[in-house]
C-alpha cells in the first residue's frame, strides 16, 4: 500500500493496482537484519498469492533499519520517532528492503542493503522534521526524500531507493529473470 512504491512502480512503465490488507507483521524473535524484512514481505505476499488471477503478478516488499544491532520498524507514536531519529543521528545504519515477486505458481525473495550515515542531528532539526512530516509510516521514522534525509544524511552506500523503500534496479533485473520472454 505503500504510495513511494506504487510511484516507482509506475515511473517503470507497469500497470500497478494496490491491494492493501491488514496483516499481523509480527516476525520471530530470533530474525536478524534483512531475515527480518525476507520474512515479512512473503508473509505478506502468503496472505494474498491465493487472490491473483492467473495473469497477475504480485509485488510485496518491507524494509526496516538495522542499528547497534537491533531493529527500527515505523514508529507507534512521535515520541518513539524522536527516538529513533536521535539514535540514528551522528551515526551509520544500514536499511534493508526486501521484495517478495510471485504468481499462483512460483515467486523470489531477495533483499539490498544500505548504508546511511547520519551528520549530528539538532533537538530543533527534530522536533521540525515531526512536527511538518509524517515520520509515523517509515521504518526508522525518517524518509531519505524529506528534510530530515536532505539535512541530515553525510553520506550513502548503495542504492538510493532502497532507502525510499524499494530497491529499484535489483527488482528490474530479479524481475527480467523471474517472468517469461
Sequence with gaps: GSPRRKMILESLGLKIELRPKDMDESYPDHLQAQEIPEFLAAKKALEQIDDLEDNEVLITADTVVWINNHVLNKPQDLFEAATMLQEISDSKHIVYTAVCVGTKNKSIVFSEKTEVTFHPLTN??????????????????????????????????????????????????????????
Design 124 to 181: 530543533k532539526e527534530i522536533e521540525f522534521y515531526l512536527n511538518l512530516y509524517s515520520p509515523l509510516d517509515k521504518a526508522g521514522a525518517y524518509g531519505i526524500q524529506e528534510f530530515i534525509g536532505y539535512i541530515g544524511i553525510k553520506k550513502i552506500k548503495g542504492d538510493f531507493y532502497n532507502v525510499v523503500g524499494f530497491p529499484v534496479q535489483r527488482f528490474w533485473k530479479e524481475l527480467e529473470r523471474f517472468l517469461p520472454d
